[in-house]
């Protein structure tokens, strides 16, 4: 039997920038920061034993890599490495991010033949959303330790796509996956939220009910969360709050019966309320 | 197909959509100059020299000018592009929530500590609840 690559478990992970600055700043104990930080602890350790070959990172440029002059709704990233993008206050001294470009190629090919048209980027840096969500699972190595695919989704300029259309997309990544010619052992970030608001009168908001159903639903109906509008997402979890559709990119590349193997709740990092769950596939544990 | 705008019953909230992207093109495409180190030099050395690069409308250009955080989302400004004004200041997202929400850094910062703004009572402008739509 000729071997494949196979996705292993999932990530939902917030990415708020502060959380990266905190650690780029040698903060974390500080008594605003500990409980937060202690909180990921058990992630690392999971992350570190599993060792995975590979990650797929889902999340969302925040006008670095693009601005409003081109807006891909779906890009993957194929280049060999990734540079820290300068967000306006120069960039995170987080080490540059290894690419796996056989593997992203191959997935660029087979999403779209899969009726999913990605757009492709040969070259570009990456910012807080990928960085921070590495740092947190990963904490602060000389080197990743594994090499990283992008894959960016608009949520900066209405409208994102929907959440069912993202969980298809997850579906067919999986497919892709599965359809790679080397023993790879990969896992998926579904990166964003959970709820926050960053602009308006309304700033600040948070709804604990609204994300524990949210991650609740992850294991219980993840179809059902799919459903969600945009506007209910706004509406109940923050106008920022919409980029939880992510996680459904994730959810989807996962098997249905996915078992949650760990979670973390903080109210607030920065604006944001800050969600980490970890689902492994029953199929390969 | 239509397309729904029911989020525009949603208070405090500016969502950037086809008629902000339309107005508010020039304007944030200013904010991603700011990605530059050399261009945020340029731009607090003379701010109103800077800002004669792009094509922006009289209102913009004031509310760049006065940081008028809440005035730029009004005006077609994108959060995720108006921060990096705030970066080149030195401010954080909390400050520019601070100042948009209108009250003290301190007391908004006592908010989040205290679990953030709750949605009960904000989900809904006046008057365009499900319950006050059917008169």
């Not at chain 1, 699972?137 to 695919?149: D, L, S, Y």
């Not at chain 1, 709804?207 to 991650?215: S, Y």
Request: proline share 6%.
């Amino acid at each position: 039997m000729i071997p494949v690559a196979s996705i292993v478990a999932g990530i939902a992970c917030s990415h708020v920038p502060a959380i990266g600055v905190a650690m780029d700043r040698g903060i974390t104990t500080t008594p605003y920061w500990e409980s937060l930080f202690k909180g990921y602890e058990p992630a690392r350790q999971w992350l570190a034993k599993l060792a995975p070959d590979v990650a797929i990172v889902v999340y969302n440029d925040h006008a670095c890599a693009f601005s409003l002059q081109i807006i891909p709704t779906f890009l993957i990233g194929v280049a060999d490495r990734f540079a820290i993008a300068d967000e306006g206050f120069g960039p995170r001294p987080v080490p540059v991010v290894p690419g796996s470009p056989a593997l992203a190629w191959h997935l660029a090919e087979s999403l779209i033949l899969d009726e999913f048209d990605m757009t492709i980027a040969n070259e570009m840096p990456v910012d807080h959303g990928l960085t921070v969500p590495l740092s947190i699972t990963c904490g602060q190595p000389a080197q990743w330790p594994f090499p990283v695919i992008p894959l960016c989704v608009n949520v900066v300029q209405y409208p994102p796509p929907t959440g069912a259309r993202c969980f298809k997309l997850g579906q067919a990544i999986r497919r892709a996956v599965e359809g790679f010619e080397q023993d790879l052992r990969v896992v998926i970030y579904g990166t964003g939220g959970m709820s926050h608001q960053l602009q308006g009168e309304r700033a600040g908001l948070i709804n604990r009910d609204f994300d524990k159903a949210f991650l609740d639903g992850m294991t219980k109906d993840p179809l059902a969360l799919t459903r969600i509008t945009h506007t209910e997402y706004m509406r109940e979890a923050g106008s920022e709050g919409v980029e939880m559709v992510m996680w459904h990119i994730m959810r989807g590349a996962l098997d249905t019966d996915a078992a949650e193997v760990y979670r973390h709740y903080h109210v607030p990092a920065s604006n944001t309320a800050v969600g980490l769950m970890i689902l492994e596939n029953r199929s390969i544990a | 197909m239509t397309v729904s705008r029911d989020y525009e019953t949603i208070p405090g909230t500016y969502v950037y959509d086809a008629r902000r992207g339309r107005e508010g093109y020039a304007l944030n495409m200013f904010c991603m100059s700011l990605n530059i180190a050399e261009n945020r030099r340029k731009f607090k050395e003379n701010e109103a020299a800077y800002l004669d690069q792009f094509t922006l409308s009289e209102e913009q250009r004031r509310t760049v000018l006065k940081r008028d955080w809440l005035g730029m989302l009004k005006v077609g400004g994108n959060i995720y592009y108006t921060i990096k004004i705030a970066f080149c200041d030195g401010l954080t997202f909390q400050d520019v929530a601070s100042m948009m929400s209108g009250v003290s850094k301190e007391e908004y910062a006592k908010m989040m500590l205290a679990g953030g703004r709750s949605p009960e009572g904000n989900r809904y402008k006046k008057g365009t609840g499900p319950g006050d739509s059917r008169g």
